[in-house]
């Protein structure tokens, strides 16, 4: 197995730079790398605000200062050099397949032999990007949650040809990478399909959560009605969730897994009118809401509203279910504990399964229900979740 000892992270923004901090503090040599000094520049200086922090904090460890880990952070704006004595590039650059696969290729054109390439992709084929860089087999994703030193999850991704080596490799690195909040949960994402093992669980629930915006429309509901069907039991309701991601968010993901998992999520009509009129959501004032008065303001309102009697909590865990038997039967997990204790780990909520166990048949009665009441037929429960075969299936 590859000794790493040096990591070259590429990309220093939001995610980058996240990466870098806790790579750092697990004892390794980094080089930030971005295509602008300023880019870099600004991903070492958040890096230097984390450690600063944790130190000020007292939990960096015994003995280790924030300038002692950053004199062991390197920075470049040439990747092709850079990645000369670089065991592992972890890529955090934008989300397009073009520019990774590029990356990829100078990675392992210019790398040493034994050079891994770890994705942070959230949508894209690992497969994809690594097969024309000439080592698809050292190819790899690791994908992480944000902000990365506070939340637990690491998804270790298997594309098509990548090796076992690798694989071990980057399982091994993600697991020396410290947490704030406890010990990392690393899941191994044995099959590369879309959304991996977290983000593809709580995709389809967005087929639910478009149809409701939609009846409401229709029937002239207010929005905190519906969200005060949710009766406190998430920590915010649907609507104010929705312009809290970003309205043009929710239309660009729900447009990936249109193409990639089913045409049933097809965004709602009434979102698709409010962003193209600019209403965005929390970032541009307004949404579903007016948010010029803030959050609290918006809570209020829900407090008072009457429950529209539309949403329903548990359809969630039904249709997170049946994604999660999904996830099982195309061999995507080896069990159902690693994807509740991922979901756990990314989320900061329970996955379906510990619920599911006990109410599978009931769940895939509302679930045909549902499929018949929406026209969605993406919500018909799978074999595995019908059978309850998925309770065999622990590990
Ligand atoms: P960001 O926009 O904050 O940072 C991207 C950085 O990549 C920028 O500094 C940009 O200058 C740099 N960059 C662009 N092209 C480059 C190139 N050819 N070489 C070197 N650097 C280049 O984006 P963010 O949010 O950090 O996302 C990065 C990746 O992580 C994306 O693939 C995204 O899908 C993924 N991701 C993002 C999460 C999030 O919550 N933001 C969560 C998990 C994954």
Redesign the pocket.
Known sequence: MVEVKNILV???????SGIGQVALQAGYNVTM????DK?VNS?VAKIEEGLKKLEAKGTLGEGVTASALLAKCNKSTN?ASAVKNADIVIE????KMD??Q??CKTTMDNGPKHVIFA?????MSITEIGKDSGAPDRVCGM????PVPLMRCIEVIKGANTSEETFETAMKIAEKLPCLRGQRLIAPVLKDKPGFIVNRLNAPAQIYLNWIFDQAKEKGIAWERIDADAGGKMPMGPCTLADYVGLDTMIHVAGYYKETLSPDFEPAKVVKELVAVGNLGAKTGKGFYDWSKGRDAISEKVKNAQPAGLFNLENTMAIMLNEGCRILEEGVASGFKIIDDANMAGMNTPGPFSGGKNNYEKWSKMLNELADATGKNYFRPCELMKSGGFTKMRK
């Open positions: 590429l990309g220093a923004g939001l995610m980058g790398v971005d295509v602008d880019f991903g990747l955090a650059v934008v989300e520019v990774k590029k990356v994705s942070n992709t959230s949508t994908h992480f949650f944000n």
